[in-house]
């Protein structure tokens, strides 16, 4: 359906799309970062940060992170690499976007596949989400419970809600990961 669209791992000349993309989605709503905090969630894990690739062009891209449950990233600040040695089980789905022109085609669907895929292969247990502008529908769609109880980072809007997910155990045939890395170097929580 999407032979020409494909999934690969975030390189360095893919930023001005990422930006452009993210720009467009967050910045009417007052939710769009600046790029060094977008690049800097993206270093702290490249396996998990992928684009959408269409002829060379960055038409989607997903941007996860290890993350301790019940928190999330302030958006108005950079993250920095983990301190501790353990990694968290935790994998935030920190942003989603879809190029406009190409919503409604599964493409979401198709990236959160491969998160998944990738999540259960590196041995994650949990997603979260902070859900924006009217996605909860979406995210609840797609498994992801809401935490109202949990309190987000000032930034996220008024509506936004804190949501979880379990890796789903077991692997199918049409979510396993490519058995190599991805072409390409390495590599808000909206689907846009």
């Known amino acids: 359906m999407h032979a020409d669209v494909r999934i690969r791992h975030l390189a360095e000349g893919d930023w001005s799309g990422i930006i452009a993309l993210e720009a467009a989605a ?3 709503i007052g939710l769009s970062e600046d790029e060094a905090t977008l690049r800097s969630r ?22 996860a992170l290890p993350y301790p449950p019940f928190s999330a990233p302030d958006l108005s600040h950079p993250e920095h690499a983990p301190k501790t040695a353990a990694p968290s089980p935790n994998l935030h789905l920190h942003d989603l976007v879809i190029a406009p022109a190409l919503r409604g085609r599964g493409l ?8 998944t895929a990738t999540a259960r ?28 109880e949990i309190a987000v980072p000032h930034g996220y809007g008024t509506d936004a809600v804190y949501m979880t997910a379990p890796v789903p155990a077991g692997r199918s045939e049409t979510d396993k990961p490519p058995p190599t890395p991805l072409a390409g170097p ?3 929580d909206d689907v846009n």
């Open 26 to 28: 967050y910045a009417a």
């Open 42 to 63: 993206a270093q702290v894990s490249p396996s998990t940060c992928t684009v959408l690739d269409q002829g060379g062009h960055v038409v989607g891209y997903c941007l």
């Open 108 to 115: 979401a669907r198709r990236l959160l596949r491969h998160l």
């Open 121 to 148: 292969a590196t041995g994650y247990e949990q997603f979260s989400l902070v859900s924006v502008a009217g996605s909860q529908a979406f995210w609840t769609a797609h498994g992801y419970r809401p935490h109202p």
């Open 186 to 188: 390495p590599l808000k």
